[in-house]
């Protein structure tokens, strides 16, 4: 599989994985609200806000892989790969931590060891720091339309 065919697949993973979120993520937030009652940030899940936010990640990511098949550079492209790949760790210390599984654990450990295969260290390291600042960013606005998501609900 050449790089740039993978570029294309990727969205299908981060497809998949999210769709593992979306099944399982309202029954185990019922369940995790049940055992941290005054637990704020969970204040702010509902299905919908989630599955929105899903959709704009979606959308950014088929933005940036439209925009790097464009120009032909792929660099923000594979630091939002990367990015993604970051993430899973938090999948993984929420496990821990909650000592439940956390959905999006299974299919974020194999989307990325397959996105990790893939990438096959054709971009300098300085990338996977780069990356870093990615993931960030990528918080940044899930807090943020997490925040405004709920605003607008709560207005109704």
Do not use: D
């Not at 979120?21 to 009652?37: L, R, T």
């Not at 060891?113 to 990615?134: D, H, Q, W």
């Not at 960030?136 to 605003?151: A, C, D, E, R």
């Amino acid at each position: 599989m050449t790089s740039v065919q993978f570029y294309f697949l990727f969205p299908s993973l981060f497809m998949l994985h999210e769709l593992e979120e979306i099944v399982w993520m309202p029954s185990f937030v019922k369940k995790i609200s049940i055992q941290y009652p005054n637990n704020r940030i969970l204040s702010y899940y509902t299905p919908f806000a989630f599955n929105a936010i899903v959709l704009e990640q979606f959308l950014i990511l088929m933005t940036s892989l439209y925009l790097s098949y464009q120009f032909n550079n792929y660099s923000i492209y594979a630091s939002i790969i990367i990015a993604y790949i970051y993430h899973v760790f938090g999948h993984l210390i929420q496990t821990i931590v909650l000592r439940k599984y956390v959905p999006g654990l299974l299919t974020g450990i194999l989307t990325s060891l397959f996105a990790l295969y893939n990438l096959k260290n054709e971009f300098p390291i300085k990338l996977y720091g780069y990356s870093l600042f990615t993931l960030l960013v990528i918080i940044l606005n899930l807090v943020v339309s997490f925040m405004i998501i709920h605003k607008i609900s709560h207005k109704k």
